[in-house]
């Protein structure tokens, strides 16, 4: 089977439960999930006001902590299940558009946004797919604008500690098709994108203090 085929057809399995767990592929996800949404809160810029892009937003775990602040908020995500229960999720806030869309082929406005966000997304594409994808985000970012990427580098969230055997199919199907790139691949790629050299990176230490994982990397940037 494709690939990329194989990839999606288990995410739409996973959405058919739409929960955290299913979204992260974390058995902890329940418990881990405040901490580490508070973490990488911590790592971006202020967006009071400003217009956000939350792309693979999934079940809308940090979208509705972007509707708290932000002047408007956009989410794309392809999964049906995800979708309809960021919807759901989204639904108090009025500043909150969602859209069920691949995030390749999504239509991306010029300049419109102060903030795009992507977490863990570009492991689950191919190298031409990020190429296509960062140039995407450079198109939308306004002239100043900041992007936000977070990526498992070298090996899954858990570390070497994943055992493949003990997953469940779908998210069996998903790993085996992710890509654990070294970090220096996302920082080529970004300069190829014509996007600034990064503001700050680093690693999510939520992921160090559990998993003793440290490449669990995030990177800022700032459009010129």
């Not at 057809?9 to 299913?22: F, K």
């Not at 967006?47 to 002047?71: C, S």
Request: charged share 25%.
């Amino acid at each position: 089977m494709n690939t990329n085929k194989q990839r999606n057809r288990a995410w739409n399995v996973l959405g058919t439960e739409p929960t955290t767990q299913s979204v992260t592929l974390e058995d902890e996800a329940p418990q881990m999930s405040a901490a580490e949404i508070i973490e990488i809160l911590e790592y971006l810029p202020n967006f009071d006001g400003k217009t956000v892009l939350d792309l693979g937003a999934g079940i809308g775990r940090f979208t509705v902590r972007f509707a708290e602040k932000a002047k408007l908020v956009t989410a794309v995500d392809f999964c049906r299940g995800f979708h309809e229960k960021n919807q759901e999720n989204s639904r108090p806030f009025k500043n909150v558009i969602c859209y069920c869309s691949d995030v390749l082929t999504w239509n991306y406005p010029s300049e419109k946004f102060d903030l795009v966000f992507s977490n863990w997304l570009m492991m689950y594409m191919d190298n031409s797919e990020v190429s296509v994808f960062l140039s995407k985000i450079y198109l939308c970012l306004k002239p100043g604008g900041i992007a936000f990427f977070r990526e498992s580098c070298r090996c899954p969230a858990r570390g070497e500690k994943l055992s493949i055997d003990d997953l469940g199919s779908s998210v069996k199907d998903i790993i085996s098709v992710t890509k654990y790139r070294e970090p220096e691949f996302y920082r080529d790629s970004f300069a190829d994108a014509a996007l600034a050299a990064p503001i700050s990176e680093g690693n999510i230490k939520l992921y160090e203090t559990r998993f003793d994982n440290k490449n669990q990397f995030y990177w800022l940037l700032k459009k010129q």
